[in-house]
């Protein structure tokens, strides 16, 4: 479902990303772990092609993310992206943030787009949300639309960029089980997070990386108890 191979990247002549591949099949959860400023947020954004590479390969679904002929906001309908800050329209109602993209983008008639919304609001528990706005939600709540709105656009993938660094600790464990419930359902996902209990519970592999490069890419129970080097060994420690 989505392959980088031999991805490499620079910022000017700063190395952010060497020579990174990953595999990812259909139904699999693929958690992304590393100190701060190892290139986390630039790998996973290289899928949807938010950030140009400069060496190497990156397909989705069978299609070339570098190719000038792709049609990357094609592309990034497919690939459904959650952030830190949740990016909500703070003057749209959460329906409103729900079936915009829906209409604008996939053409839906507006009665189809609420329905969908709707339905994908009852399964995060949030239908009684539905006509407030996102101000007046918590940053949990915040979350789980943004989620949730992705999940509107019938994503073939779904990319979590630290969907919970931002929340406070009683608003975490919300994302966290609606996350949890899109593993389980089977959706094909990469997840950036230092959440190890979430890790644990669903997550297929564990990449480590350090310093732009992927250290580790290996089974869960390998990383936690066997990780091959001494930097992921350390970091784990920390971290758990
Ligand atoms: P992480 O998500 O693991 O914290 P990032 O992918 O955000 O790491 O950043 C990796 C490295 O690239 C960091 O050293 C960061 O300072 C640098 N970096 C990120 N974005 C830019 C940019 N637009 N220009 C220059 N350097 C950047
Ligand atoms: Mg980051």
């Avoid at 910022?11 to 959860?29: A, D």
């Avoid at 947020?41 to 590479?53: D, M, P, R, V, W």
């Avoid at 209409?103 to 009852?122: H, N, P, Q, T, Y």
Wanted: some cysteine; glycine content about 6%.
């Amino acid at each position: 479902m989505i392959s980088l191979r031999n991805v490499s990247k620079w910022y000017g002549s700063f190395p952010v990303l060497k020579e990174c591949s990953i595999e990812v099949k259909k139904g699999e959860v693929v958690v992304i772990c590393g100190p701060s400023g190892s290139g986390k947020s630039t790998l996973i954004k290289t899928i949807n092609g938010l950030e140009a590479i400069q060496k190497g390969d990156i397909q989705v679904n069978g299609i070339s993310v570098q190719d000038k002929k792709t049609h990357l906001a094609l592309l990034r309908i497919q690939i459904g992206m959650v952030f830190q800050h949740f990016e909500l329209f703070p003057h749209l109602s959460i329906t409103e943030n729900l079936t915009l993209a829906q209409i604008k983008v996939l053409k839906r008639d507006k009665s189809s787009a609420i329905e969908k919304a709707l339905f994908m609001l009852g399964k995060v528990g949030l239908l009684a949300q539905a006509d407030k706005f996102p101000p007046q939600l918590s940053g949990g709540q915040k979350q789980r639309v943004a989620i949730t709105r992705a999940l509107c656009m019938d994503p073939l993938a779904m990319l979590f960029d630290e969907p919970t660094s931002s929340l406070d600790p009683e608003n975490i464990s919300e994302v966290l089980d609606v996350m949890v419930q899109l593993a389980n359902e089977g959706m094909t996902m990469i997840v950036v997070t230092h959440e190890m209990g979430f890790a644990r519970k669903v997550a297929d592999r564990m990449i480590f990386m350090d310093e732009g490069k992927i250290l580790e890419d290996t089974l869960k129970e390998d990383f936690f108890h066997q990780a091959k080097t001494e930097r992921a060994r350390d970091f784990i420690a920390k971290i758990l």
